[in-house]
C-alpha cells in the first residue's frame, strides 16, 4: 500500500510560480512511477506530467510544456510538480499518481495510488 500527500498549493497571479510536492509512504518509492493529473470544475480529470521510476524519462501533456517540470527524489520519496508561467486556465485540483510499473502512463485508470489532491487558483 502506498499513501500519497500533496501539498504546495495555492492562490497566485498569472504569470506566478508554485511548486506542488507529493510525499510517498509505504511502498518503495523507487518502484514507482508518478504522475501528476489535474481536474477543473465540470471537466475531467487529466494529465499533466509522468515520471518513470528511475527519474529518467518524463512525459508532459501538450498544454504544459516549457512551462511545467516533473522530478522525483527518491531518496526524498517525493515528486514534484514545477509550475511556471501559470494562466488561469490552470486552475484545478492538482492529484499525484503512483504506480509500480516500469512505464508511464497518461491514463488515471493505470493508477494505483492518488493523493487526495491540492487546490491551485490562478488569478488576479
Same mark, same amino acid.
Given at each position: 500500500?502506498?499513501?500519497?500527500?500533496?501539498?504546495?498549493?495555492?492562490?497566485? %497571479? =498569472?504569470?506566478?510560480?508554485?511548486?506542488?510536492?507529493?510525499?510517498?509512504?509505504?511502498?518503495?518509492?523507487?518502484?514507482? /512511477?508518478?504522475? #501528476?493529473?489535474?481536474? $477543473? =470544475?465540470?471537466?475531467?480529470?487529466?494529465?499533466?506530467?509522468?515520471?518513470?521510476?528511475?527519474?529518467?524519462? *518524463?512525459?508532459? /501533456?501538450? +498544454?504544459? *510544456?516549457?512551462? +511545467?517540470?516533473?522530478?522525483?527524489?527518491? $531518496?526524498?520519496?517525493?515528486?514534484?510538480?514545477?509550475?511556471?508561467?501559470? *494562466?488561469?486556465?490552470?486552475? $484545478?485540483?492538482?492529484?499525484?499518481?503512483?504506480?509500480?510499473? =516500469?512505464?508511464?502512463?497518461?491514463?488515471?485508470?493505470?493508477?494505483?495510488? #492518488?493523493?487526495?489532491?491540492? %487546490?491551485?487558483?490562478?488569478?488576479?
Amino acid at each position: 500500500q502506498v499513501h500519497l500527500v500533496e501539498s504546495g498549493g495555492g492562490l497566485v %497571479q =498569472p504569470g506566478d510560480s508554485l511548486r506542488l510536492s507529493c510525499l510517498a509512504s509505504g511502498r518503495t518509492f523507487d518502484t514507482l /512511477a508518478m504522475g #501528476w493529473f489535474r481536474q $477543473a =470544475p465540470g471537466k475531467e480529470r487529466e494529465f499533466v506530467a509522468g515520471i518513470s521510476r528511475t527519474g529518467l524519462r *518524463k512525459f508532459y /501533456a501538450d +498544454f504544459v *510544456k516549457g512551462r +511545467f517540470t516533473i522530478s522525483k527524489d527518491n $531518496a526524498e520519496k517525493t515528486a514534484y510538480l514545477r509550475m511556471n508561467s501559470l *494562466k488561469p486556465e490552470d486552475t $484545478a485540483i492538482y492529484y499525484c499518481a503512483a504506480v509500480n510499473s =516500469p512505464s508511464v502512463s497518461r491514463r488515471s485508470d493505470e493508477y494505483d495510488y #492518488w493523493g487526495q489532491g491540492t %487546490q491551485v487558483t490562478v488569478s488576479s
